[in-house]
């Protein structure tokens, strides 16, 4: 247990670009967590910056003691991916987080036009609940204590997970030289 990622990113991840991409940047994150809220939009900014240069993977670890209805959240968004909608159903939580009840998320559900029986369904998959356990334990496997955390490269990123320094650690890997597009 440590500063590596016992995981690497495979093609069972949600990810936002390609996965041979020079830079692999993997969150085990939270739909509850605000800091991982905040951490969102700067992911995003990063992803339109670096396009094919990252790869973005998110990663499950809800904080189930002090966050009840994060495991909930994170197996609706699941639930979502097996209708190509996990980053819209991701976006979408981050923007409510405030309160994801499963009310909430069923209204949020229907507002990104999932069909709903599917959904009701696959909210009580084995596959699915499954993923978001297999992803709290390689979490755990890689020293994850609380969230955001953040490995680069397989490496876990120690710093603040505000823009600046999260750049910066990308362009490291990069040489430098990477094909920024502000």
Same mark, same amino acid.
């Given at each position: 247990?440590?500063?590596?990622?016992?995981?690497?990113?495979?093609?069972?991840?949600?990810?936002?670009?390609?996965?041979?991409?020079?830079?692999?940047?993997?969150?085990?994150?939270?739909?509850?967590?605000?800091?991982?809220?905040?951490?969102?939009?700067?992911?995003?900014?990063?992803?339109?910056?670096?396009?094919?240069?990252?790869? &973005?993977?998110?990663?499950?670890?809800?904080?189930?003691? *002090?966050?009840?209805?994060?495991?909930?959240?994170?197996? %609706? $968004? @699941?639930?979502?991916?097996?209708?190509?909608?996990?980053?819209?159903?991701?976006?979408?939580?981050?923007?409510?987080?405030?309160?994801?009840?499963?009310?909430?998320?069923?209204?949020?559900?229907?507002?990104?036009?999932?069909?709903?029986?599917? &959904?009701?369904?696959?909210?009580?998959?084995?596959?699915? *609940?499954?993923?978001?356990?297999?992803?709290?334990?390689? %979490? $755990? @496997?890689?020293?994850?204590?609380?969230?955001?955390?953040?490995?680069?490269?397989?490496?876990?990123?120690?710093?603040?997970?505000?823009?600046?320094?999260?750049?910066?650690?990308?362009?490291?890997?990069?040489?430098?030289?990477?094909?920024?597009?502000?």
């Amino acid at each position: 247990m440590g500063t590596t990622l016992r995981m690497p990113a495979n093609e069972m991840d949600h990810r936002l670009g390609p996965l041979n991409a020079p830079v692999t940047l993997v969150e085990y994150g939270d739909f509850e967590c605000p800091y991982c809220g905040v951490a969102e939009s700067v992911v995003g900014q990063l992803v339109k910056e670096y396009r094919s240069d990252l790869c &973005f993977v998110f990663r499950h670890f809800p904080l189930s003691g *002090i966050h009840p209805d994060a495991e909930f959240a994170a197996i %609706a $968004s @699941e639930a979502a991916g097996k209708q190509d909608k996990f980053w819209e159903m991701h976006r979408i939580l981050f923007q409510n987080q405030e309160d994801i009840s499963r009310d909430k998320v069923l209204m949020l559900a229907r507002r990104i036009n999932l069909d709903m029986d599917q &959904f009701n369904h696959d909210l009580q998959s084995y596959d699915i *609940i499954e993923k978001v356990k297999n992803d709290s334990r390689s %979490a $755990s @496997e890689s020293g994850v204590e609380s969230t955001p955390t953040f490995f680069i490269n397989g490496i876990k990123f120690e710093e603040s997970t505000n823009y600046w320094p999260l750049r910066e650690a990308i362009e490291q890997q990069l040489g430098g030289a990477g094909s920024v597009y502000i």
